[in-house]
């Protein structure tokens, strides 16, 4: 129990972490897109409505690209031999299942020997 209360604790502190680091990371991705609008608004002499759009428009073609290289992910050999080792357990889990309850009404009728205590 100690030893799960410990583990609990350990995952609770890392996920605690993690979402703090989240909040920084999503803090420099904020940060980063201010400063190449500024960039693409000063430097290159465009009205905010233009760079704004130009900015919108490469995270567009970022989440496409990402989107179709998620959509082209297919399970792997491992994945697809394991899904057969799977099926194939629960497929003889039903058998030793009916074997056992075709068994049961035999049980029933077998005689007990039941050993007396010594007095």
């Known amino acids: 129990m100690v030893r799960l209360r410990g583990m609990a604790t350990r995952i609770g502190m890392r996920a605690m972490f993690a979402v703090v680091a989240l909040l920084f990371v ?8 201010v400063a190449i609008w500024y960039l693409i608004r000063i430097d290159l002499d465009q ?18 690209l990402l989107g179709w290289l998620a959509s ?23 058998s030793a299942f009916s074997i056992t309850q075709m068994a049961l009404p035999l049980l029933r009728y077998a005689p007990l020997r039941r050993r007396r205590g010594r007095k």
Do not use: C, N, Q, Y
């Open 72 to 94: 082209r992910s297919s399970p792997s050999r491992v994945e697809k031999e394991a899904l057969k080792v799977r099926r194939d357990a629960v497929a003889a889990l039903g």
């Open 26 to 33: 999503i803090g420099v991705l904020v940060l980063g897109h």
């Open 47 to 64: 009205s905010f409505l233009i760079a704004t759009a130009i900015l919108g428009g490469g995270d567009l073609l970022i989440a496409i």
